[in-house]
């Protein structure tokens, strides 16, 4: 499958080699060859054009300000990434990151993969309390403008494969995570559904020959996460979103079971992410097409990819593995998927 998402796919950030702040130019363009050379598809910067996977698109829309997180934390972590909280109109102004892009583009021959946050991480940790709009329908609104806009920017630089990383999903699955929602003033069983609807929006009217997918995962920060619990609850509403595909995460028995599978509408895509991010241990072969058999209970297998569970630095920090490591993980997606589906 040479369309996106591709049959060995990843969600795109890589551990960044000890001189990528310095010789960024010189860090991506070999990153880029080596996932060309592992004979992956879709190409991305390794997300070296950004220290945090979310803040540096956010902060960078207008009305957007970084506050110290409050909570609920990262486990196993002193240090914890800061909040994007909502203090002014939401407006995207000015191209962000679109020249990170270009930059992608020029550098391969392969389909550019380019990833930002989704709308819901506007909302999601600081929730209700941290958006000063008196109005939630005129922000909504504001935020599905605002991705609209730097859709389309995207789209005029020539990117025809983006991804909207949103941990907002998943983390819905989790009690505590539920629990820290009402305290910011949200009520957690319609955030799903509200979250679905300004995604719907967003990618309404997407540019032709543009793939759009949805990356969601429990959290990824140097090897920890914050949620647990599988996408049952959150299924309906997330598979709602509108976007031509899901990257799930179902490495562990934290992210629960493929039963929520059943829910994905006719064509839409979905990428299994079985190989840890989190863990240096290999995934062996025989394990990984077990466990794509399993969600073919669900799912047809050609609508099926497979992938990583996370990014591999989804912060300029990275996770606890070795580049060695990381590229073994991918290499080995890259052998499965031609092994299932030659």
């Known amino acids: 499958m040479h369309s996106p998402p591709f049959r060995a796919d990843h969600v795109g950030s890589l551990?960044?080699?000890?001189?990528?702040?310095?010789?960024?130019?010189?860090?991506?363009?070999?990153?880029?060859?080596?996932q060309e050379a592992?004979?992956?598809?879709?190409?991305?910067?390794g997300e070296y054009s950004r220290e945090w996977w979310h803040l540096d698109f956010l902060s960078q829309l207008d009305g957007v300000t970084l506050r110290e997180n409050p909570g609920p934390k990262f486990a196993g972590?002193?240090?914890q990434?800061?909040?994007?909280?909502?203090?002014?109109?939401?407006?995207?102004?000015?191209?962000?990151?679109?020249?990170?892009?270009?930059?992608?583009k020029s550098i391969t021959s392969r389909?550019?993969?380019?990833?930002?946050?989704?709308?819901?991480?506007?909302?999601?940790?600081?929730?209700?309390?941290?958006?000063?709009?008196?109005?939630?329908?005129?922000?909504?609104?504001?935020?599905?403008?605002?991705?609209?806009?730097?859709?389309?920017?995207?789209?005029?630089?020539?990117?025809?494969?983006?991804?909207?990383?949103?941990?907002?999903?998943?983390?819905l699955c989790d009690?505590?995570?539920?629990?820290?929602?009402?305290?910011?003033?949200?009520?957690?069983?319609?955030?799903?559904?509200?979250?679905?609807?300004?995604?719907?929006?967003?990618?309404?009217?997407k540019p032709a020959g543009m793939t759009i997918a949805m990356h969601t995962c429990r959290g990824n920060f140097k090897s920890a996460w914050v949620a647990e619990g599988g996408y049952e609850p959150v299924a309906e509403a997330m598979f709602s979103s509108g976007v031509d595909a899901f990257f799930m995460e179902f490495d562990t028995e934290r992210a629960g079971g493929f039963e929520p599978l059943r829910f994905v509408p006719r064509g839409k895509k979905v990428v299994?992410?079985?190989?840890?991010?989190?863990?240096?241990?290999?995934?062996?072969?025989?394990?990984l097409k077990r466990r794509i058999d399993q969600?073919?209970?669900?799912?047809?297998?050609?609508?099926?990819?497979?992938?990583?569970?996370?990014?591999?630095?989804?912060?300029?920090?990275?996770?606890?593995?070795?580049?060695?490591?990381?590229?073994?993980k991918l290499a080995r997606v890259v052998q499965v998927s031609q092994e299932v589906w030659q």
């Open 272 to 287: 299994l992410g079985l190989v840890s991010s989190k863990l240096p241990q290999l995934e062996t072969t025989d394990h």
């Open 111 to 171: 389909t550019p993969k380019f990833t930002i946050p989704s709308p819901s991480m506007l909302h999601l940790r600081a929730g209700r309390a941290g958006i000063a709009y008196d109005d939630m329908e005129e922000f909504w609104a504001d935020a599905a403008a605002a991705y609209r806009s730097a859709i389309k920017a995207f789209a005029d630089a020539g990117c025809t494969y983006l991804q909207l990383d949103d941990v907002a999903f998943a983390y």
């Open 38 to 45: 592992i004979g992956l598809h879709g190409i991305t910067d």
């Open 15 to 34: 551990l960044r080699p000890p001189y990528w702040r310095t010789e960024r130019e010189r860090a991506i363009r070999e990153v880029a060859a080596k």
């Open 81 to 104: 990434p800061p909040v994007p909280t909502v203090t002014g109109k939401l407006r995207y102004s000015r191209p962000i990151m679109v020249d990170a892009f270009r930059f992608l």
């Open 295 to 328: 969600a073919t209970k669900y799912i047809p297998l050609e609508n099926l990819c497979l992938s990583p569970q996370c990014g591999f630095s989804s912060t300029h920090h990275g996770n606890k593995l070795t580049m060695d490591e990381q590229w073994a």
């Open 77 to 79: 972590t002193q240090e």
């Open 175 to 205: 009690p505590k995570i539920r629990d820290a929602c009402r305290k910011n003033g949200d009520d957690p069983m319609t955030l799903p559904g509200r979250y679905a609807r300004t995604i719907r929006e967003v990618v309404r009217g």
